[in-house]
Each structure stands twice: as structure tokens, then as C-alpha cells.
């Protein structure tokens, strides 16, 4: 089977808020729950939570000083697109980022943004929505098409491991979440799945990942202590390094 392509023609304008989605409240709660442990983690000094959800969870463990809300629209601490953050290169200690990727045109160019801005050893904490759960279903619903988050585009969490690899960066935990058919209508919101979801994880409505940018030397150590035992015998005895 081919994977469309992740290039868009258009980016679709992202939720601004938890309540736009079905269970919002019921969905932050999960996602702030499997973050919090990775918090105590993160270290330095600048954290940018990428898009408005991002910047609405709470998340009391987080100890980094600087944190400040990124997105192109609404009610954050800087206005800007993802595919062009203003950030030096490597001057982020960490990045979160919830449901974003889906409803960007060129979601490789926001992760090759991330990568860029973070240091070497940051942190990346994702979060997604799952393509492979029983709510994709309830997107197939003529009213549901237009409603978030079914009018985004979604990626699978295998694809966003290769998208990932292909930046350097080691993911270190990764899993699903709030398993759930999405339908407001439906309380609790994981009623029929909560059991099933215990075995079969993938049940989940999304899924989440913390990954570290990891930098490889240039220059393999064993070709590098080839080169000095060159020096060595070019150099006079007295000179020579042991």
C-alpha cells in the first residue's frame, strides 16, 4: 500500500482549544498524565509549546524556566508558523508539541524546524492522533468531515518513527492513549474500548512519543587514531604523542 504524501496543498487551521474536540477535557487530562512522568526529565532554560493546545496543558513537573506558547493565530506568547520558527540555531532546550502536525501543510518542515532549533540531547514531546483507532471511524460520518479532528490529516506513529529517525533523534518512550470513538454523545468517553485497550493498546485515539536530538561525530574514532599514528611516525621521536 502507498502512504500519500505527507506535502499538503494547504495547511487546515488548528484547534485552538481542547473544547473543540469531542471529550477535549477527557483528552487533556490523558495526555498531560503520560507527559508528566518525562517532565522531571527536561532541563535548561527555553521550552516552546508549539501550537494552542500545546500551550494549554498543565504540566507542573516541568521545571524549565523560560516557556513560552508558539502558533500562528490566537491567544500565545508568539505569533509565528511552525514551518519557519524564529529561533537560532540549537537555543531550545525542549519542544511540545500536541496535535499540530496533522493540520500543517508540510509537517517534515516543522520536525526539520524542531530539529534545527533544539541543542544537542533536547527533548521533543509529542503527542498525535492515532489512524489506526476505532475513532477514524466515526470520521467517515458525512457531519463529522469538517469537524476537528477528523478534518485534519493523520499520520501513523510508525511513519512519524521513520520521520524522526531520518532528523537523529532517539525516541526513548513512545505508546498509545485514550482509547475512544470520539463521539461527544458517548460518556465516559472510553466506554467499550477501556477494557480492550489494555490488551490491544493500539486502540487508542493517539499516540505519544519524547525523543532526544542525538549528534554522531564526523569523524569515526577508529579512522581518527588511524590518522595520529600517521603523525606519530611523520614526527621527530622527541615530538611523538604517545
Not at 95 to 120: G, K, N, T, Y
Not at 172 to 186: D, F, K, M, N, R
Request: glycine residues 6%.
Amino acid at each position: 500500500m502507498m502512504l500519500k504524501p505527507a506535502l499538503g496543498e494547504k495547511s487546515v487551521k488548528a484547534p485552538h482549544s481542547w473544547q473543540q474536540l469531542p471529550h477535549g477535557n477527557w483528552l487533556r487530562q490523558h495526555v498531560e498524565a503520560v507527559l508528566t512522568p518525562h517532565c522531571g526529565k527536561l532541563f535548561g532554560y527555553h521550552l516552546a509549546r508549539i501550537g494552542q493546545l500545546s500551550g494549554q496543558l498543565q504540566l507542573p513537573k516541568l521545571h524549565i524556566k523560560h516557556q513560552f506558547s508558539l502558533a500562528s493565530s490566537g491567544q500565545v506568547d508568539v505569533y509565528a508558523e511552525p514551518e519557519y520558527l524564529p529561533f537560532a540555531e540549537a537555543s531550545l532546550d525542549a519542544v511540545l508539541m500536541v496535535a499540530q502536525l496533522e493540520f500543517e501543510r508540510d509537517p517534515h518542515q516543522v520536525l526539520r524546524e524542531v530539529a534545527r532549533s533544539l541543542i544537542a540531547d533536547g527533548y521533543l514531546l509529542l503527542a498525535g492522533f492515532n489512524p489506526l483507532c476505532p475513532a477514524l471511524l466515526t470520521g467517515f460520518w458525512p457531519t463529522q468531515v469538517d469537524r476537528y479532528p477528523w478534518r485534519g490529516r493523520y499520520f501513523t506513529k510508525a511513519r512519524m518513527l521513520d520521520w524522526l529517525a531520518l532528523l537523529n533523534f532517539e525516541v526513548v518512550e513512545t505508546g498509545y492513549l485514550a482509547p475512544s470513538l470520539l463521539i461527544e454523545s458517548l460518556t465516559p468517553a472510553d466506554r467499550g474500548l477501556a477494557t480492550l485497550a489494555r490488551g490491544i493498546p493500539q486502540l487508542g485515539s493517539m499516540y505519544f512519543m519524547v525523543a532526544r536530538k542525538r549528534q554522531f561525530p564526523l569523524t569515526l574514532v577508529r579512522y581518527r587514531k588511524k590518522q595520529q599514528h600517521r603523525l606519530n611516525n611523520a614526527l621527530p621521536l622527541a615530538n611523538r604523542m604517545e
